[in-house]
C-alpha cells in the first residue's frame, strides 16, 4: 500500500496563478482532510470530506476548494494565489471511527511570489 | 488561550537520557494523538489515546483525562529521535476534526 500521496512535492507560483494539490489514498479511507502548516502555529484545519461527493469547510477555507468525486482522491484547488498562502500543505486520512488513526501525506511545499 | 498547549517549545538532550513531553488541552476530546515530524519531512502518528497508557519501543504515551494532560516519554534517546513532536485532539462531536499544538522541538546530541 502506498498509504497517502500527496503531488506535487514542491510549487512556486505567482500571485493570481491557479494550481491544484494532489492528494490520493489507497486504504479506502472515508475521511480526508487538508491543513497547512505555518511556522509558529499549529497544524489548521483547510476542508474535510467524510466521503465521497460531501466535503465541508475547516478553520481557514478562504481561497481553497475541494471536490470528492472517489473515495481515493480528494484534490486541493488554489483558484488565484496569493502571498499569505505560502505554507506547507498537509493531507491526512482515516477510517470512520473514533478507534482509528490518521495517515499523512509527505507535505507539500507551496511558495506564492 | 489556544485549545491544545505543549511544553517545552524546545528541548535539548544528550544521548540516552530520559525526556518527558507535556500536552495540554481544554476542551472535551475523543481521542488525543502524538505525532511526529522529522525536518523537512512529512508526519507520522505515534499514538493515538483514549484513556491510560500506550507504548512502542522506547516511547511511552500516557493520558490523564480528569486532568486534561497528556505526556509523551523517549526512554533512552537517540539522535535520531530529533523531531518536532505535535499533540492533536480530536474533539469530542467532531471526532474527525483535529486541533493540533504547536510543536515541541527536539535535538537529541552525541
Known amino acids: 500500500n502506498a498509504g497517502v500521496t500527496q503531488t506535487p512535492k514542491f510549487q512556486v507560483l505567482k500571485t493570481g496563478q491557479s494550481m491544484t494539490l494532489q492528494c490520493a489514498q489507497d486504504?479506502?479511507?472515508?475521511?480526508m482532510s487538508w491543513y497547512r502548516q505555518d511556522p509558529g502555529m499549529g497544524l489548521r484545519l483547510i476542508h474535510y470530506?467524510?466521503?465521497?461527493?460531501?466535503?465541508d469547510q475547516g478553520e481557514v477555507p478562504n481561497g481553497y476548494n475541494v471536490s470528492r468525486s472517489t473515495t481515493e482522491d480528494f484534490p486541493l484547488r488554489l483558484l488565484s494565489a496569493a502571498p499569505s498562502q505560502t505554507s506547507v500543505y498537509f493531507c491526512a486520512s482515516r477510517r470512520t471511527g473514533r478507534q482509528y488513526g490518521y495517515t499523512f501525506g509527505s507535505g507539500t511545499r507551496l511558495t506564492v511570489v | 488561550k489556544n485549545e491544545v498547549e505543549q511544553s517545552p517549545q524546545n528541548l535539548t538532550a544528550q544521548e540516552g537520557e530520559f525526556i518527558t513531553i507535556n500536552c495540554s488541552y481544554s476542551v472535551g476530546i475523543s481521542a488525543l494523538h502524538w505525532l511526529q515530524q522529522h525536518p523537512g519531512g512529512g508526519i507520522v502518528s505515534l499514538f493515538m489515546?483514549?484513556?491510560g497508557k500506550k507504548k512502542h519501543g522506547r516511547l511511552i504515551a500516557t493520558i490523564n483525562i480528569q486532568e486534561k494532560h497528556s505526556s509523551l516519554h523517549i526512554t533512552a534517546s537517540h539522535p535520531r529521535d530529533s523531531a518536532v513532536y505535535i499533540c492533536a485532539v480530536s474533539n469530542t462531536g467532531t471526532a474527525s476534526k483535529l486541533t493540533f499544538g504547536t510543536g515541541t522541538r527536539l535535538q537529541v546530541t552525541l
Open positions: 470530506s467524510v466521503g465521497a461527493g460531501i466535503t
Open positions: 489515546l483514549s484513556s
Open positions: 486504504m479506502n479511507h472515508e475521511y
